[in-house]
Structure formats: structure tokens, C-alpha cells
């Protein structure tokens, strides 16, 4: 979880911060009465976007891995050494 949490979280913030910025640029356009071309014709949206699903699924898989390893039914098995003291 550590890992793949940090990784995807890292991603998808990066993929979501350029997808907020091509937003607010073209909300900025709107707003000076300049008519540009649309948000989903700009391959950056597209990379923004895909950014944001592989993060999603990279937190997502340390997540279950998390979950999968904290179930194992050879989690509190535990071989105590027994020695004796003379």
C-alpha cells in the first residue's frame, strides 16, 4: 500500500491538476470573449485523463494487496524457539 498508495495518489493528483488548469484556461477564454478551440481536441486532456485512471488503479491495487496480505491465515502464525537456559 505504501508503494502503489503513494505512486497512484502522485499520479492521478498530477493527471487531475493538468486537467484543472486546461479547465480554468478555457474558463479564462470564455471570459476575455475568445473563442478557442474545445478542451477534448488538446491531447494534454486525453494524457491528463488517462494519468488519472492509472493512478486511480495504482492505488487501488496497493489497497487490495493491503487487504489481501492483512487476511492471509498465515498472518498470526507464529514458531516460537524454545531453548533451554543451563
Known sequence: MHFFG???????????ASAAYLG????????HGITGHLVTDSPYF??????????AQFFLAGF????????SSDRNKYQIDV????
Not at 7 to 16: E, T, V
Not at 46 to 55: D, H, P, Q, V
Open 83 to 86: 531453548k533451554t537456559f543451563e
Open 46 to 55: 486525453y494524457i491528463a485523463l488517462t494519468s488519472m485512471i492509472i493512478g
Open 6 to 16: 503513494i505512486l497512484g495518489a502522485l499520479i492521478f493528483i498530477i493527471g487531475f
Open 64 to 71: 487490495l494487496g493491503e487487504l489481501v496480505s492483512r487476511s
Open 24 to 31: 480554468i484556461q478555457k474558463i479564462i477564454q470564455l471570459n
